[in-house]
C-alpha cells in the first residue's frame, strides 16, 4: 500500500480535479437531495431482539423525504432504497452521483456491545480523520459490511479493513466537500439538541466508505444508539423516528437558506406520528386578506404564488411584502409555520404569469394548488383546470 498511498497523495496536490471528479454543484442552490438509510435486505445493521436499524433508518428517510417534498416542491428527493433492499456502499455514492445531488445524508444507528453499552446520543459525521481512535472504531463497524460483497478490494480500490493507509486515502478523496459538509453536520447537531432527547455528541471527522466518493457535501448521522436502553426505546418508537427526521428536515431547510441566501427559513414542529402513516397532503388554516382570497375555498382548483414562510404571523400590509402589500394571503400549518401566497387565479397558465410577476420581487417564489384547504400536487391540479 505504501507505494499506492504515495501515488495518490501526489495526483491528490499536482491534480486535485482528477481526484474530486468532473461533478460540479449547483451554484449556489440546493436543488437535489439524497437520502440514504443505512443498511437493508440481508445487512440489518445494529440489531437489538427484534428491532433492527435497517427498520429505523428506512422509515427516518422516507418521512424526511416526504417532509422536503411538501415544503420544497423544487427540490429532487432521491432515495438509495426505498424499501427493504441491500444496497452496497459503493453504489449508494453512485446514486448520489449520478442525481447531481447538491446534498447527501446517509441515516444510521450506533451501538456498543460490553461495557460502553451506556454510550448515548446522537453524532453526525463527515468524511475525514480526527485524533479520537473511538471515531475511527465507529466508521470501521460500518466498513465492515463491504465483506458481504463480492470482490470488495477491487470495487473500493485497495481499501483494506483495519488499515490506515487506507483510512487516509479515503478521507482525503472527499476532502474537497469537507468544510461544506462540516458545516451542514454542525447545523444538525443544533437541531438535535434543540428538538429531540438525544444527547449532542457533537460534529465529527471519520473514514465512512460509503462518503469517500461522494462529490457533493455529504454526513452521515447516528440518530443514536441501539444498545442503550433509553435511546433504543425512543428509536424505534413512531413518534421517534418522526422527531429525529423533522430535526434533519429543519436542519435541512436551514441549510438550505444559508446556501442560497434565503431572508426565511421554513422550521416545521413535531406533530406527533400520524404524520409518519398518512398520505393526505397537509392542510392549512386559511387567512383571507383580500376579498379575492376569501372566496377561494368555496370556488374549486385555485392556484397562488407561494413568497415565503415565516414562524410568526405577520400583517398583510406588512412593509416585507413590497408592492404586494394588501393583497397577500396566510395559511398556517401547524405552530410556528406560516405560508404566505399571492393569488387566487383559476388556471395554471395564469398562475406562470403571477409568478414571473412575483419573482420580481420574491426571486423564490413558486406555484402551488388548492381546493379549499387541501392542497394539490400541481399535476393533479392541470388535470382538473387546463381542459
Known amino acids: 500500500m505504501k507505494l499506492s498511498l504515495f501515488s495518490f497523495l501526489v495526483v491528490t496536490i499536482l491534480v486535485p480535479n482528477l481526484v474530486f471528479g468532473q461533478a460540479v454543484q449547483s451554484a449556489g442552490k440546493v436543488k437535489t437531495v439524497v437520502l440514504d438509510a443505512g443498511h437493508g435486505g440481508k445487512d440489518p445493521g445494529t440489531v437489538h431482539g427484534k428491532y433492527y436499524e435497517k427498520d429505523v433508518t428506512l422509515n427516518v428517510a422516507l418521512s424526511l423525504g416526504k417532509m422536503i417534498n411538501e415544503n420544497y416542491p423544487d427540490v429532487k428527493v432521491v432515495y438509495t432504497r426505498s424499501t427493504d433492499v441491500y444496497v452496497t456502499l459503493n453504489d449508494r455514492g453512485k446514486i448520489a452521483n449520478n442525481a447531481a445531488a447538491d446534498l447527501f445524508i446517509s441515516i444510521h444507528v450506533d451501538a456498543i456491545a460490553g461495557q460502553s453499552a451506556t454510550a448515548t446520543g446522537a453524532t453526525t459525521y463527515v468524511m475525514g480523520l480526527d485524533k479520537q481512535n473511538s471515531n475511527l472504531d465507529v466508521a470501521m463497524r460500518e466498513n465492515d459490511v463491504i465483506v458481504m460483497e463480492e470482490d470488495y478490494t477491487t470495487t473500493y480500490e485497495g481499501y ?228
Not at 206 to 225: C, D, F, I, K, R
Not at 362 to 372: C, I, L, S, T
Open 160 to 387: 483494506i479493513p483495519g488499515s490506515s493507509e487506507s483510512f487516509i486515502i479515503f478521507s482525503l478523496m472527499q476532502y474537497a466537500y469537507q468544510e461544506q459538509s462540516m458545516d451542514f453536520a454542525e447545523i444538525v447537531q443544533n437541531h438535535y439538541t434543540r428538538s429531540t432527547p438525544m444527547r449532542d455528541r457533537g460534529a465529527r471527522q471519520a473514514p465512512y466508505l460509503v462518503l469517500w466518493n461522494t462529490s457533493m457535501p455529504s454526513v452521515l448521522t447516528e440518530l443514536g444508539y441501539m444498545s442503550h436502553s433509553e435511546d433504543r426505546a425512543f428509536l424505534v418508537s413512531s413518534k421517534g423516528q418522526q422527531t429525529m427526521a423533522t430535526a434533519l428536515f429543519n436542519a435541512f431547510s436551514e441549510y438550505k437558506s444559508k446556501v442560497e441566501g434565503r431572508a426565511s427559513t421554513i422550521f416545521l414542529t413535531d406533530a406527533g406520528p400520524s404524520t409518519t402513516t398518512t398520505d393526505k397532503p397537509a392542510t392549512a388554516t386559511t387567512t383571507a386578506t383580500t376579498a379575492t382570497t376569501a372566496k377561494s375555498a368555496d370556488s374549486g382548483v385555485q392556484y397562488y404564488i407561494q413568497i415565503c414562510t415565516l414562524a410568526e404571523k405577520v400583517a398583510a400590509n406588512a412593509s416585507r411584502f413590497g408592492s404586494w402589500r394588501g393583497q397577500v394571503s396566510v395559511r398556517e400549518f401547524g405552530p410556528r409555520t406560516f405560508k404566505y401566497y399571492v393569488g387566487p387565479v383559476a388556471t395554471y397558465s395564469e398562475a406562470v404569469t403571477l409568478q414571473a410577476k412575483v419573482r420580481k420581487e420574491f426571486k423564490d417564489a413558486f406555484a402551488v394548488a388548492f381546493e379549499g384547504d387541501k392542497q394539490l400536487n400541481l399535476s393533479e391540479a392541470r388535470k382538473r383546470t387546463d381542459k
